[in-house]
């Protein structure tokens, strides 16, 4: 049993007419309940994935300082949503369907729950086991914040029987559990053997961080883990900052072995919010990929439309398939004087730089250096077909 579990004994709630429930033999009721029949038949996100998150709220709610620290009662509700949160993976009629699983396990939770053992729970006025519905909407909460915003749970939600004294932060609880879900991602779901998944041998929660160990494969499929991990910093930065804000600490996400050093990557990051334009990014890569060797591809437009986002964005994206090294050039800030140095620089750490006299000669200088045949090279701001590199 986690700690969080261990913290329940001893917790009863009145449900009235000298009814009692021990919340502490209730969640075992609820995680067999989830082992042999709601989970049973999820070959993904299953009672092992549940599991695992409830170690990870562990170590995840440690930091939490007062006022923040988890009641009883929010435990209850954190720990039931932990194995009721994937329920919804099972669509009737459909079988396993992903879109929108987190909202139908808050709906089968609301419909049926004498089902998932929040039904004796002594109603509100209007009927409503408030209860089941703190479960219901945690469990909806874990949703990717474009689905559905953590500003929309409820972080005074009362429930006089749970706790009669304090509401309970239902956002608080939905944004641990989406951390922990995301956290878990790749660990407990490899989809092949080719799969990034596929290679994370172990997530470790220390302080502060939380470390996906992957099996190195070479530094393509570090990349491509570097990739997913900045998209997750995306998905969680809502939830991270809210649980900064309640004193849970600046959790990081990080890899183990970190970056290897030996690869240049010198394109700047690309923007957090860029979206769309998939269609563009293809089209790029496809017309790259065809020409193969010495391929050379521009995109033209008047200043503003996005171009140099575009080739960061691509850059970023198509990493792990430049081996030899990712190289950036802005003829609008210095020039290919500049942009030798920093190359040579960056290939030759410690070695005499020669003199150029003039920008053809750093650009032949540059040529040379990236005669490497799985490199890429992407020169921003040009205005004449002469300032290109000729493979």
Not at 1 to 8: F, G, R
Not at 54 to 63: F, H, P, Q
Not at 69 to 88: C, M, N, P
């Amino acid at each position: 049993m986690s700690e969080l579990h261990e913290n329940l004994k001893g917790y009863q709630v009145d449900c009235g007419q000298g009814r009692m429930i021990d919340m502490y033999q209730r969640m075992i009721e609820i995680r067999t309940a989830a082992s042999e029949k709601w989970l049973k038949k999820l070959e993904k996100n299953g009672f092992d994935h549940s599991g695992a998150l409830e170690e990870y709220l562990d170590k995840l709610t440690d930091g939490l300082g007062e006022p923040n620290r988890l009641t009883k009662a929010e435990t209850f509700v954190l720990l039931a949503s932990v194995y009721l949160h994937d329920i919804g993976y099972w669509a009737e009629g459909e079988g396993i369907v992903s879109r929108a699983h987190q909202k139908r396990s808050s709906e089968y939770i609301l419909a049926d729950p004498v089902e998932y053992r929040l039904g004796d729970f002594p109603p509100f006025g209007d009927g409503t086991i408030r209860a089941a519905r703190a479960v219901a909407e945690v469990c909806h909460g874990h949703a990717p914040e474009s689905e559905l915003s953590l500003d929309r749970l409820d972080n005074r939600f009362f429930d006089r029987a749970l706790d009669p004294d304090q509401p309970l932060n239902l956002r608080k609880l939905a944004a641990l559990l989406r951390l922990a879900d995301e956290a878990d991602d790749p660990y407990t779901r490899p989809e092949s053997e080719k799969s990034w998944r596929g290679t994370v041998s172990l997530v470790r929660i220390g302080p502060g961080t939380i470390c996906w160990c992957w099996d190195q494969a070479g530094p393509d499929r570090f990349y491509q883990f570097e990739s997913v991990i900045k998209q997750k910093r995306v998905t969680l930065k809502t939830a991270l900052d809210y649980l900064a804000d309640r004193g849970a600490g600046e959790w990081k996400l990080v890899l183990e072995p970190e970056a290897p050093q030996d690869i240049p990557f010198m394109a700047p990051d690309p923007s957090e919010t860029f979206v769309g334009r998939e269609e563009d990014l293809e089209t790029l890569h496809e017309n790259l990929r065809k020409r193969k060797v010495g391929a050379v591809t521009g995109v033209v437009g008047t200043g503003g439309i996005g171009k140099t986002e575009l080739a960061r964005v691509y850059a970023a994206r198509y990493r792990p398939e430049y081996p030899d090294g990712v190289f950036w050039v802005s003829l609008k800030e210095g020039g290919w004087l500049r942009a030798a140095e920093a190359i040579w620089a960056r290939l030759m750490p410690g070695s005499d730089r020669p003199a150029w006299p003039d920008e053809n000669g750093a650009k032949t200088a540059v040529e040379r250096l990236l005669d490497r045949p799985h490199a890429l090279l992407v020169i921003d701001n040009v205005d004449e077909a002469d300032q290109i590199i000729q493979p």
